[in-house]
């Protein structure tokens, strides 16, 4: 068994007269509609939970943000070139700074951003939704 640890945000913007607005991107290889994460680690040495957060997040959607708040971790498994892996998530509640969504990178077929109430129809997987209840109580009380 393989353990894998990844950071990855859920990222919120805030303009004048505007809804609020959450951001979602679809995966190029599973095509599930996701917030934006990555491995802890595995391109810079030493690299914090939070650092790789703030990276990924860039990375793959073209949106530069900063932390809020941490999320609760979430943990699932999944098979992968045969073996099992447990993976752990560190999400955190970030703030749009600046960026583009069409400058995304490969690992992303698509970039959005949703109003809030359609952020939990569009995600696809568990995982994504149990830290979207925990995100979406927050934002409430923003």
């Known amino acids: 068994m393989i353990f894998e640890f990844s950071a990855g945000g859920i990222v ?9 607005e959450v951001l979602v991107s679809q995966h190029s290889q599973h095509h599930g509609w996701v917030f934006p994460k990555g491995l802890i680690g595995d ?4 690299e914090s939970r939070e650092e790789t957060a703030v990276r990924e997040v860039e990375e793959e959607t073209g949106v ?4 809020v708040e941490p ?5 699932y498994w999944y098979m992968m070139s045969g073996e099992k892996r447990k993976k752990t998530v560190y999400y955190y509640l970030m703030e749009y700074l600046s960026g583009d969504i069409t400058k995304h990178d ?3 077929e698509a970039v959005e951003w949703l109003p809030v109430e359609k952020v939990a129809d569009r995600l696809t997987y568990p995982s994504d939704k149990e ?3 925990e995100a979406r109580k927050l934002i409430s009380s923003i």
Request: proline letters at 4%.
């Open 12 to 20: 919120l913007k805030h303009e004048e007269g505007k809804m609020v």
């Open 43 to 46: 391109q810079i040495k030493g």
């Open 64 to 67: 530069v943000a900063k932390i």
């Open 71 to 75: 999320l609760s971790p979430v943990t």
């Open 106 to 108: 490969d690992e992303m």
């Open 131 to 133: 830290v979207w209840i």
